[in-house]
């Protein structure tokens, strides 16, 4: 699977990625804000998470996407995001994402989850997307506001950190696909 925008391509992972994502993600100033990403990100963790989303493609076809955020420009991967826990029936998905802390606040993240929710509720035909970020990461939760996201609630130390280890206060937000037009996406 392949999504493209003006400066992003949002591909699936490969092996060559893996030096990209350990300078993206061996960032504490990053990896704090992920439940699952360890610090120090090393280089084996991140041939493991390419592993692991290569397979579990496969395995889960239609059900989980892990995208690499490659910026066309410099022909390399800045981020990751994803759509995972895809449930047809009720039409749900749940997401998440991560741009490397030289990248930030150039746009690319609201570039990438543009995508990713039209992907998810033009394609998939999805009527919900879920997500979530950690209390003190407000710039998360501007950046899902931009496209209509609303929180839900909040589980309090709901989530142990592995970057840091620390418990942390976890927001859940969602966004309905009618909410998700109104903003004219």
């Not at 092996?15 to 990896?31: I, P």
């Not at 084996?44 to 955020?69: L, M, P, Q």
């Not at 991560?98 to 035909?125: C, H, M, P, V």
């Not at 879920?130 to 496209?147: A, D, T």
Request: hydrophobic share 35%.
């Amino acid at each position: 699977m392949r999504l493209e925008t003006e400066r992003l391509i949002l591909r699936e992972w490969n092996k060559n990625d893996s030096s990209d994502s350990v300078e993206g993600l061996n960032n504490l100033e990053v990896s704090r804000w992920l439940a699952l990403i360890p610090h120090p990100y090393t280089k084996k963790d991140a041939k493991s998470w390419i592993k692991y989303c290569n397979e579990n493609a496969k395995k889960v076809k239609g059900r989980t996407y892990h995208f690499a955020v490659y910026l066309k420009s410099e022909k390399k991967v800045i981020g990751g995001i994803s759509i995972n826990k895809i449930d047809r029936f009720n039409g749900i998905g749940s997401g998440g994402y991560w741009i490397n802390a030289k990248y930030q606040k150039k746009g690319y993240g609201t570039e990438a989850l543009a995508a990713e929710l039209d992907f998810a509720f033009s394609k998939l035909r999805l009527r919900r997307m879920e997500s979530g970020f950690f209390k003190g990461n407000p710039s998360s939760f501007r950046l899902q506001k931009k496209f209509g996201f609303k929180i839900e609630g909040l589980r309090r130390k709901g989530v142990k950190c592995k970057a840091d280890g620390k418990l942390k206060d976890e927001y859940i937000t969602a966004l309905l696909k009618e909410d998700w037009k109104k903003k004219g996406f």
